[in-house]
């Protein structure tokens, strides 16, 4: 996989993750979030980013 290809693919996750985190991933998504999240070292600290952001968002609402 090219440096532009994990990119990508790492970018897509990114965009799931509030859904992730609110439990609104089912199916193919949901799988794909967890397997990037369980092999990708930077996926956790992009996690951790999205817990604040969503927490963020919950404690203004």
Do not use: I, Q
Not at 8 to 33: H, K, W
Request: net charge negative; charged share 25%; hydrophobic share 50%.
């Amino acid at each position: 996989m090219s440096a532009a290809e994990k990119m990508s693919r790492r970018d897509e996750m990114e965009t799931l993750l509030p859904f992730y985190l609110n439990g609104s991933l089912e199916g193919a998504e949901l799988e794909a979030v967890e397997e990037w999240l369980a092999t990708d070292p930077a996926a956790m600290a992009a996690l951790g980013e999205a817990e604040a952001e969503f927490s963020g968002t919950a404690a203004a609402n």
